[in-house]
């Protein structure tokens, strides 16, 4: 998952730092390199606290020009990060799975079918 992280700086502070694409999530450093190495502390946590309340995350990123041109960035620097957060869908998939006495791999096979046949339905595609 790509984000992009609003950095800002203010003169005898830190630096702060949000992510657009996941309202409320935020973090903070005394340099610039804590304060993205904190950032990345921060989304991860945010999308786990979101999944175990049980809610999809679901990132709206928009385009960096989109960004830079929002009065609500005013000023940010901005910094691209990859973030990898599969093992948060596993470990979420892997729950599931054992409260309904089923496997991984059973479980991602019917859903992908699931998704694959919706799909198909939507797109007008005989199965």
């Known amino acids: 998952m790509f984000l992009y992280i609003a950095i800002h700086k203010d003169e005898n502070t830190g630096y702060g730092l949000t992510v657009p694409s996941l309202p409320g999530c935020f973090s903070y450093g005394d340099t610039l390199e804590q304060a993205i190495e904190e950032s990345k502390q921060a989304i991860l946590f945010h999308i786990e606290g979101l999944l175990e309340d049980g ?3 679901e990132t709206n990123q928009p385009d960096l020009a ?15 990060i990859e973030m990898n957060i599969d093992h948060l ?4 998939v892997d729950t599931y799975v054992s409260q309904t006495h089923d496997t991984r ?5 019917k859903a992908a079918l699931e998704r694959i046949n919706s799909a198909n339905q939507n797109a007008g595609i005989a199965k």
Do not use: H, V
């Open 55 to 57: 809610i999809e995350p």
């Open 66 to 80: 989109t960004l830079i041109n929002d009065p609500e960035y005013a000023g940010a620097q901005w910094f691209g």
């Open 89 to 92: 869908t596993l470990k979420k």
């Open 105 to 109: 791999s059973n479980f991602l096979a």
